[in-house]
């Protein structure tokens, strides 16, 4: 399975931001996604995540501010990031859970 992650960028605190990743392969509705994040020197963390249901999960650090969502007619998640921080800087990794399958990642860069 290949999944194309785009849409990071640079922007300054406060900014907003939206992330893509359109995965490949089949039954795309039935599969777990979700959205990992590593900074300089720090190890991968979750994000989010969104069920095949549509039930979603947050780090409590981006609650309130980022979020999940997915259109399956285009097997396609996406992260939506607002009141972005400097703090948020990092590269943007997309996974699928069922496949075990990581994106190739996406800079995000918030400036103060």
């Known amino acids: 399975v290949q999944l194309q992650a785009f849409g990071g960028g640079s922007v300054q605190a406060g900014g907003s931001l939206r992330l893509s990743c359109a995965a490949s392969g089949s039954r795309f509705s039935i599969r777990n996604m979700g959205w990992y994040r590593q900074a300089p020197g720090k190890q991968r963390d979750l994000v989010a995540s969104i069920s095949s249901g549509g039930g979603t999960n947050y780090a409590n650090s981006v609650k309130g501010r980022f979020t999940i969502s997915r259109d399956n007619a285009k097997n396609t998640v996406y992260l939506q990031m607002n009141s972005l921080k400097p703090e948020d800087t990092a590269v943007y990794y997309c996974?699928?859970?069922?496949?075990?399958?990581w994106g190739q990642g996406t800079l995000v860069t918030v400036s103060s």
């Open positions: 996974r699928d859970f069922y496949y075990d399958g």
